[in-house]
């Protein structure tokens, strides 16, 4: 185990419709990133947020969005889904910036229908 | 602007044989560079940071700043080593610490 928990494990769902993934980081880590992984695009960087607000910003959609919350976890709000969607969608932690490195979780498994 | 690069998409090798898988950036800043391993889609694991100067695995990593190189290498591959390596670029002391990933370099380890 990581530290870092993402929810859930796996996801089908059909076009057009909204998901919510959730990521709990290691204790005692502030900055949540949000990466996507996909076969032919490799790992995209989405987004960060550190102790609640947005840091950094990447290739993020606009029907994508992300928070983070008082209590550190962080949610990706993925809307208006379509096939190209379905990737792996990887959360990943670190104490503040990412010069020592992150923490990842094990993933969440998107597959739009 | 930053960049990562993996030339190779796959590397095979024989199990015993050495191995080195290629990694170069673009930075003009002092980067932190750092390679990590991901085994059958899961999630991915800090292999090597070369502030450290580790060996983990039997991996070791030597940045060249004068070609820009981060190339991971272990002189003898196992089976057990077959899987997707990242090399990944920070920029040093950056408080943003988005982690800038190449492309992936699957490594196979063949019997």
């Known amino acids: 185990d990581s530290g870092v928990t993402q929810t859930p494990k796996h996801l089908i769902t059909a076009t057009g419709q909204r998901v919510t993934l959730r990521c709990s980081p290691r204790?005692?880590?502030?900055?949540v990133y949000w990466y996507q992984q996909s076969l032919d695009q490799g790992l995209q960087f989405l987004i960060q947020?550190?102790?609640?607000?947005?840091?950094a910003k990447g290739n993020i959609l606009e029907r994508f969005s992300a928070q983070q919350f008082p209590d550190l976890h962080s949610e990706l709000n993925l809307s208006s889904l379509e096939l190209g969607d379905s990737a792996l969608y990887f959360c990943?932690?670190?104490?503040?910036?990412?010069?020592?490195?992150?923490?990842f979780g094990s993933g969440t498994r998107l597959t739009v229908v | 602007a930053q960049r990562v690069t993996q030339p190779e998409k796959l590397l095979s090798v024989f199990k015993g044989a050495p191995v080195e898988l290629k990694c170069n950036y673009s930075?003009?800043?002092?980067?932190?560079l750092f390679w990590y391993v991901q085994y059958s889609r899961q999630r991915l694991q800090l292999l090597l940071r070369?502030?450290s100067r580790e060996s983990i695995k039997g991996f070791t990593a030597d940045l060249n700043k004068g070609e820009t190189s981060f190339h991971l290498k272990k002189p003898f591959a196992q089976e057990e080593d077959s899987a997707m390596y990242y090399c990944?670029?920070?920029?040093?002391?950056?408080?943003?610490?988005?982690?800038?990933f190449g492309q992936g370099t699957t490594l196979q380890v063949k019997p």
């Open positions: 990943a932690s670190s104490v503040a910036g990412g010069a020592q490195g992150y923490t």
């Open positions: 204790s005692g880590d502030l900055s």
């Open positions: 947020y550190y102790n609640g607000e947005e840091r």
């Open positions: 930075y003009s800043g002092s980067p932190e």
């Open positions: 070369h502030i």
């Open positions: 990944a670029l920070s920029r040093g002391s950056s408080n943003t610490g988005k982690l800038i």
